[in-house]
């Protein structure tokens, strides 16, 4: 066994390297991570929560210009999502894991195909007795000057308008200022389902900038700990 011996000005000098390593790590991707332990999962420990990753199968959803394909998007941001849960020891209920939809395999009409698959999306969280319905799509703008990341309410559902608000608070706080608020909006998941719900539009595919930052591994794991952040702090007020 070799013995090594340093001089005061190495262990000087690799002391300030750890500490730089450490700000490094505390700074940049690790810090999106949940803590383990502790308080930091209180409140939403033992939860049961349904992640909707939009789309799915024949029903792509947007298109960039370059190519991003929202149902492909939705379904990574969800992913992510469904990871930090686990690790704070919610049970996660995956409306989809692949690229399918959830309608009958027989259905050949586009129109009833989505019908279905929106009617089974609501029925999984019933049966699953959720607590959470989060539902994960992505915006598209015919003129490709909007950006922004938004969150959506079924009005009437107080609890619901919350639960967006504080997504949205969040995910302006992850990704960037924008000047988006929660908004109230008529869709058949938000609509029909009986737990609190938020449908969040990770931001638009129409925007040349935002479409190529959520194709980006990275960008949907800063948005998937938004989200995440969103639920945690849904929790605490």
């Not at 992640?51 to 792509?60: K, L």
């Not at 009005?155 to 706080?173: D, F, P």
Request: with cysteine; proline share 3%.
């Amino acid at each position: 066994m070799r013995v090594w011996f340093f001089s005061g000005r190495q262990v000087l000098w690799w002391a300030l390297g750890c500490l730089t390593l450490g700000v490094f790590l505390g700074t940049n991707g690790i810090a999106l991570l949940p803590v383990a332990g502790g308080n930091a999962h209180r409140g939403i420990s033992g939860r049961t929560i349904v992640i909707d990753a939009g789309h799915g199968g024949v029903d792509p959803g947007a298109v960039s210009a370059a190519g991003a394909i929202e149902k492909e998007i939705t379904l990574q941001i969800a992913k992510e999502l469904e990871y930090l849960l686990k690790r704070a020891a919610v049970y996660v209920v995956m409306v989809r894991h692949g690229d399918y939809d959830l309608a009958d395999s027989s259905e050949t009409n586009l129109l009833n195909r989505k019908r279905q698959d929106l009617s089974k999306r609501v029925l999984i969280a019933k049966e699953a007795n959720a607590d959470l319905y989060i539902s994960i799509h992505a915006n598209y703008f015919p003129s490709p000057r909007w950006s922004g990341a938004q969150t959506f309410y079924y009005e009437g559902s107080a609890e619901s308008q919350h639960l967006a608000r504080t997504l949205q608070t969040e995910l302006v706080r992850y990704l960037g200022p924008n000047n988006r608020l929660a908004r109230p909006g008529d869709f058949r998941v938000l609509r029909d389902t009986t737990m609190p719900a938020a449908m969040v539009e990770v931001g638009f595919l129409s925007n040349p900038r935002e479409a190529q930052l959520l194709s980006q591994e990275s960008y949907q794991k800063q948005v998937a700990a938004a989200i995440f952040s969103g639920i945690l702090r849904y929790y605490r007020e």
